[in-house]
Each structure stands twice: as structure tokens, then as C-alpha cells.
């Protein structure tokens, strides 16, 4: 998939699980425009190995973010409900209990599939049926969306490999530099 740097973010409306536990169903990235940057990170599966620890990163930074304006949205192929379990299961037992930052299902593969960060493809058998190939969950992908709604960032990585989520608060930093100074930001920002 070609590269979303300079376009607008595709729009999308979905369920969500905010504060924590509470499902809601039209949560969508336009309630941000003109208000807030947006971190928008794609991950495997709800109760995979890896991925308890950085939801968790991103929920210790979490004040990091909301200093600098910026909403930080997570997102996996799974359900409202398997991310509700998720969210009430302990980090001991595999869970992220504790993390309030939004997660949207993208049970329809949609999302994933707009943002390019969807794994495995569908096809036609021959029986005209859609057939998935791949395991259809999300890379580990990552775009910081700006006030106006255009990727500035964009990073995919294999399931594999893990974000560094102090890297992302300097993209942000990095950003938010050169809106307001017009100038690029030196590397130490």
C-alpha cells in the first residue's frame, strides 16, 4: 500500500471501548479534527504475549500525551467485547486493566485495511465465497494524525516488533516543533 504521509486519514466510525470499560458505538477520528493530534497504533490481538506490555507504555505516558494535545487511540481486529475482557483482566494474568486510553474494534478488517496495516489478504474460492488467507489481524502500525486530520508519520513493523513509545513522543515533539517554529527540529528535541 502506498504511503499515507501528506493525506488526509482515512475516516472511519466504529465500536470503541473507552474509560476503561465502557462501550460506546459511533467513535470516530473526526471528533478530533481541529482540537487534537491523534497517535492512532494498530496491534495484534487482544491477550497475545507482546502487546500487554506496550498498551501499557502507552498508558504510564499517557499524561505525556494528553500534555502535548494528543489523543493516543489503540486499535486490533478484535471485538468491543474481547477488548472489554482485555481491559478487566489483570497485567499478571495477561490482561490490561488500568489502560483508558480508547481501543476500536476493527472486527471488519476495514480500518486495518485503509491504514495498510492489515495482515493476510481475502479471496474468492471457487465456490465465489470469500476466503481469508493470512491470519487478518494488524501489523503493528503506528500514524500521528495532526490537527487538520493529515498523516505526518507513519510506521508499519511485523508483529514481531515492538514500538518505542518515548520514539513517538519525539515525532510528536518533532511535530509540534516545527509547527511553531517553522523550522526543523534538531535531533536532541
Do not use: W
Not at 481486529?77 to 478487566?88: C, I, K, R, Y
Not at 471457487?126 to 487478518?136: C, D, R, S, Y
Amino acid at each position: 500500500m502506498p504511503t499515507l504521509i501528506g493525506k488526509k486519514a482515512p475516516a472511519f466510525r466504529t465500536k470503541a471501548v473507552i474509560d476503561g470499560g465502557k462501550i460506546v458505538d459511533n467513535f470516530s477520528l473526526d471528533q478530533f479534527i481541529d482540537k487534537k493530534y491523534v497517535v492512532l497504533f494498530f496491534y495484534t490481538k487482544d491477550f497475545s504475549g507482546i502487546c500487554p506490555s506496550e498498551l501499557y507504555d502507552f498508558q504510564e505516558r499517557i499524561d505525556e500525551f494528553k500534555s502535548r494535545g494528543v489523543e493516543v487511540i489503540g486499535c486490533s481486529t478484535d471485538s468491543e467485547e474481547s477488548h472489554q475482557a482485555f481491559l478487566n483482566l489483570e497485567k499478571e494474568n495477561g490482561g490490561i486493566k488500568g489502560v483508558t486510553y480508547p481501543i476500536i474494534s476493527d472486527n471488519t478488517k476495514t480500518i486495518c485495511s485503509n491504514y495498510g496495516t492489515l495482515a493476510g489478504d481475502y479471496e474468492l474460492d471457487e465456490e465465489n465465497q470469500l476466503v481469508a488467507t493470512g491470519p487478518m489481524i494488524s501489523f503493528r502500525g503506528l500514524f500521528l494524525i495532526d490537527k487538520k486530520g493529515v498523516v505526518q508519520h507513519q510506521l508499519i513493523n511485523h508483529f514481531t516488533i515492538v514500538r518505542d513509545v518515548k520514539e513517538v513522543l519525539r515525532v510528536v515533539d518533532a511535530l509540534k516543533y516545527f509547527e511553531e517554529k517553522g523550522e526543523f527540529c534538531p535531533i536532541s528535541k
